[in-house]
């Protein structure tokens, strides 16, 4: 009998988990150390022990600390949250640092995961690109043709931007005062 290799007909972990974990902060596309773990199967504390103790390896531009502001912010965006009563902001991890990860968890699952990552990334990588092709496009057939189509042009470049997060109103009863 022969050993079966496991996952061998698709990938270990869905590619639309991976792509949600994706964020932008700080004009990069990272993913949180808590995202991570998940992802991973391990814990959070796990993870970023073991990162620590290779600290050399994850430069600033591969891994950085969210601010307690941005970590704020971030988890003002999300109704619920993963990361529970946590005591400092998380890590984010960008491409390099992920790519990184691979050679501080070296466990099956880490590699499985590590490859599925980097395709997601690239996916997005080209996702990104075309948007930015069609974005060139579209600003030459603006050139091409006078203000009859400003307002098609306009409509176009609308739906291509992503909208602006909402500001949320706090939840809860508020007293009304009086004077």
């Known amino acids: ?21 994706i964020i932008f902060i700080r004009r990069q ?6 995202d991570l773990a998940i992802l991973y199967d391990v814990e959070t504390k796990i993870l970023v ?8 390896r994850f430069p600033e ?6 601010t307690r502001q941005e970590f704020v912010d971030l988890r003002s965006q999300f109704v619920t ?3 529970g009563g946590r005591r400092y902001p998380p890590y984010a991890f960008t491409e390099q640092g992920i790519a990184m990860l691979s050679s501080v968890l070296r466990s099956k699952r880490a590699i499985h995961v590590n490859i599925e990552i980097m395709r997601a990334f690239v996916r997005l990588r080209r996702m990104l690109a075309s948007h930015e092709d069609l974005s060139r496009k579209l600003s030459e057939l603006e050139k091409k043709y006078d203000t009859q189509f400003k307002v098609v042009f306009d409509a176009i470049r609308r739906l291509m931007t992503t909208p602006e997060p909402k500001k949320k109103r706090p939840m809860g009863f508020t007293p009304s005062r009086h004077k």
């Open 61 to 66: 531009d591969f891994m950085f600390q969210l």
């Open 49 to 56: 022990q073991a990162v620590k103790r290779n600290i050399d």
């Open 29 to 34: 596309k990272i993913i949180l150390d808590a």
């Open 1 to 21: 009998m022969g050993t079966k290799r496991k996952n061998s007909s698709g990938p270990l972990m869905p590619v639309e988990r991976i792509t949600q974990s």
């Open 81 to 83: 949250s993963s990361w």
